[in-house]
């Protein structure tokens, strides 16, 4: 049964151990307004940590994924405030793409249609994004006279090479979902009839790995790629001990099935999660 946010402008359902939510403001193109990242944080803490959830996917309803921020309601009518009410907008918005970015369950970006400016944040929050191949993505904030802000030139920066970062800046034209997979903004695009689909495919795949792992695993990769290798030795050490005590006997259980059972190859699938050693 879907169920709406406080203020209705996020909906989501679970089923299968897998959370659907949906920005719900499919009227303005589900850009990200003050009221909508206050609702985006309220389900996201919801979800976290219930039993039922497993894997976390977020899309939008109707045409578009997000077309950004509200130029409204998170610009003008906020920056009415002065700098006290440009300062909580922000606080809002950045604070639940953080929080995605450091979720404790995998998640996945579903793009069904346009991804521009702001929808950034969210994009590089998600572990793993897939889109429709018609979606568009750009980053247009050029065009009326600002900088794409919000993190997404840093996204940009930290997906894309950077000759192809610099043009999506400063161009301000859009990109297809096909051509988004090229740049590096996300894994893989389809056409749009089969992105659910495929999207459920890689949830279940998650969904049967070690949640313990999943997270230390995500965790890691967002880590390491701003230390030196040296550094990110040590980080991996200490990351995997850390692991271990919240599941030490997970990671035995999957050995144990490899060399005593001979009962799965690790480089072809993953161990039965939900079996303990009787």
């Known amino acids: 049964m879907t169920e709406l ?25 589900n850009a990200m307004s003050p009221t909508l990242n206050r609702d985006m944080m309220e389900v996201l803490d919801a979800l ?9 996917v977020l ?8 077309a950004g921020m509200d130029l409204k309601e998170y610009f003008r009518e906020t920056e009415a405030d002065g700098l006290r ?6 606080r809002e918005s950045y ?8 979720y404790q369950k995998p998640t996945i970006a579903m793009v069904n249609g346009w991804c521009f400016g702001g929808g950034y944040g969210p ?16 980053l247009s904030e050029i065009n009326w006279g600002i900088l794409p802000g919000g993190g997404a030139t840093k996204v940009a920066v930290e997906l ?17 979902g096909k051509t988004a997979v090229e740049w590096g903004l996300i894994n893989e695009a389809l056409p749009l009839d089969q992105l659910k689909d495929r999207v459920t495919e890689v949830a279940k795949v998650l969904l049967a790995k070690n949640p313990v792992a999943l997270k230390a695993t995500k965790d890691a990769v967002r880590r390491v790629s701003l230390l030196s290798y040296e550094d990110a030795e040590d980080y991996l050490v200490r ?25 799965y190859k690790p480089g072809l699938g993953a161990y039965d999660k939900e079996r303990v050693k009787g």
């Open 85 to 90: 009410g440009t300062r909580k907008a922000q």
């Open 123 to 138: 994009l590089f929050a998600c572990d793993l994004a897939f889109a429709a191949e018609d979606a568009k993505f750009g």
């Open 59 to 66: 899309t939008g309803e109707g045409s578009a994924w997000t």
């Open 95 to 102: 604070g639940w793409w953080r929080r995605l970015r450091w």
């Open 5 to 29: 946010s406080s203020n209705g402008v996020v909906a989501y359902d679970v089923e299968g151990g897998i959370a659907w939510v949906k920005f719900n403001r499919p009227d303005k193109r």
């Open 160 to 176: 894309m090479p950077f000759r192809k970062a610099m043009y999506h800046a400063m161009m301000g034209e859009n990109i297809d």
């Open 239 to 263: 990351a995997q001990e850390a692991a271990n005590s919240y599941d030490n006997e997970g990671r035995k259980e999957g050995i144990r099935q490899f060399i005593d059972e001979k009962s």
């Open 48 to 56: 976290e940590f219930r039993e039922d959830v497993g894997v976390l």
